[in-house]
């Protein structure tokens, strides 16, 4: 190869397959969201980025979106509308779940208790609240005008954001404490043998290497203090579920492709891709 044959090569930059590798899963990819605002902060809503990645390394993959605001039982029914669009769509047998937060309560609700086990190969769960999270209970704790002002513009932002969802944050914060997960919600909610399940945690800002977003700093060290180790909202403890594959090294905002001021090395679009990868290797 002549000196002017390489330099065009490096100049032009082709490479003999400049397309993303494929990942063959045998079921699509359904990305489950967590509570909160994130919809409003990325076109598309919450993960949508993220699915839309995957479908480039030719995942059937979807990220619906779903009341931010309001109680398991009202996202699952929402929930179980979206699967039944997906399901039609793709002809699939059944769905690997990917579900962010709040978003595993919703899918252990929806395979135990609404039955769509048939439906579901397996359900991973990011940073989900299974034990219930401390901060669910600092936020009751607030001055009772400030958590009415608080619940009514949360309630009206569920209720607009989508036309068929609702609002109701006190019921929902209600839900997430530890006292209603751990006695009410898990007993009533048990795993289906039918259904793997595997679960990650995240962990950043105190007592590890991580950086966190400056807006959850506060109450990082709050649930730090109550419930050690934890991504900002849920501590790492709580996150275990089924399978644990592992902590990851980002906040819960990072989780979603939310990115803060400061630099973080975590690449969710690389994660999602390697969670993929494994549910391939095993099968789904």
Known sequence: ????????????????????????????????????????????????????????HGIWAYAPNV??????????????QRFEHILNETKAEKLN????????????????????????????????????????????EQPEGLLQSLAAFADYVSSTALEDASGNLMQALEELTPEHVCTSFNPAVPNHPDVVYWSYAGAAGKDTDTPINPFLRYFNTVVYQRAGLNDGFVPVDSARWGTF????????????????????????????????????????
């Not at 906040?251 to 549910?279: K, M, N, P, W």
């Open 97 to 140: 779940l990917i579900a962010h937060s709040m978003g595993g309560l919703d899918a252990r609700h929806l395979i135990s208790v609404l039955n769509l086990h048939p439906r579901v190969a397996t359900l991973t769960t990011i940073s989900t609240p299974h034990y219930g999270t401390p901060l669910a209970n600092l936020m009751l």
């Open 67 to 80: 009341a931010s605001y309001t109680t398991v039982s009202a996202r699952s029914a929402l929930w179980k």
């Open 1 to 56: 190869m002549s000196f002017r044959d390489d330099a065009i090569r490096r100049w032009v930059g082709l490479q003999p397959f400049p397309e993303p590798s494929l990942i063959h899963l045998r079921y699509p990819v359904v990305l489950m969201h967590g509570f909160g605002l994130a919809a409003a902060a990325r076109r598309g809503g919450h993960l949508h980025a993220e699915a839309m990645h995957l479908r480039a």
């Open 245 to 284: 594959q592992g902590t990851i090294p980002a906040d819960h905002a990072q989780q979603v492709g939310l990115q803060g001021i400061q630099s973080s090395d975590f690449d969710t679009h690389a994660f999602y891709c390697e969670l993929s990868h494994r549910l391939a290797d095993a099968g789904f």
